[in-house]
């Protein structure tokens, strides 16, 4: 039985990859439900989502649940599949894999691969900005006795003039009195907008949304052997099997696919 610092058995590598698979399942459906706001919600129930998804603590100690199924989770299918590899080295010359196994599951490294690039990719150019970088705060457009004026939305419900010598911002979204330096608002980053413009973009806008969508297809076929072949690894196989099947393929098809049309939607409707 092969050895390993973090797993010590093939049993221990497929109990950590169902479930760290199955609350990765979980992360899916509640990140879907946030970013379906950006089709059926307005950039201030978005930007408050994210507000809330980045300060609340429990859901901060989730978040750092999920970075560690995810590491974990590549990290398992990798040993998985390496150690599978050296029990049979040498492939049987009449074998028919088509015959025997879904293309899913003979793929599930691969598949497993392009969506951790995706995740990285999607990390960096939005996970980071939330957390690292001066983003732009929502703004809004107020007329008052026919003139226009552009003003901060804060997180108490109120308004503060842009480009207002009186007030400036500090530490990313702190909204100071300049006059007795005091902090008296703070702002929300502006995530909608950041989203938006990254799929509309004039150069890369499209590229990005077709990345997206094949990576949401990819997920797809990973889904499809991996959240059935997780209840397997866990030993449930009883009278409702049948019933987590048909779950998983639903699963596997309505996840990936509202994922995917978000940037759709975003690109093509400007």
Request: aromatic fraction near 14%; include cysteine.
């Amino acid at each position: 039985m092969a050895k390993s610092a973090l797993l010590k058995s093939s049993l221990a590598k497929k109990y950590w990859m169902a479930l760290t698979g199955l609350f990765l399942c979980l992360f899916l459906a509640g990140h879907l439900a946030g970013n379906l706001q950006l089709i059926f919600g307005d950039a201030l129930q978005f930007n408050k989502y994210a507000l809330f998804m980045t300060t609340n603590p429990a859901v901060k100690l989730l978040s750092y649940l999920t970075y560690i199924s995810i590491i974990f989770h590549a990290i398992d299918g990798i040993m998985l599949a390496i150690q599978n590899k050296k029990a049979r080295p040498v492939a049987y010359a009449m074998n028919n894999p088509s015959g025997n196994s879904s293309f899913a599951s003979r793929n599930m490294a691969v598949l497993g691969t392009v969506i951790l690039v995706f995740i990285a990719t999607h990390m960096v150019n939005f996970w980071a900005k939330m957390h690292f970088s001066q983003m732009p705060l929502q703004k809004t457009t107020i007329e008052f006795q026919g003139m226009k004026n552009d003003f901060y939305i804060t997180t108490d419900g109120g308004y503060v003039p842009v480009n207002d010598p009186a007030y400036v911002i500090k530490n990313k979204t702190e909204i100071y009195d300049a006059n007795v330096n005091l902090k008296i608002k703070d702002a929300y980053k502006d995530l909608h907008k950041i989203t938006f413009d990254f799929f509309r973009d004039a150069k890369w806008g499209l590229p990005f949304t077709i990345f997206y969508v094949l990576s949401m297809i990819v997920l797809a076929f990973h889904l499809l052997h991996g959240f059935q072949s997780a209840f397997q690894s866990l030993g449930i196989n009883n009278k409702f099997t049948p019933a987590i099947k048909l779950f998983g393929k639903l699963f596997a098809i309505i996840v990936p696919l509202l994922f995917a049309i978000i940037p759709l939607y975003i690109h093509f409707t400007k």
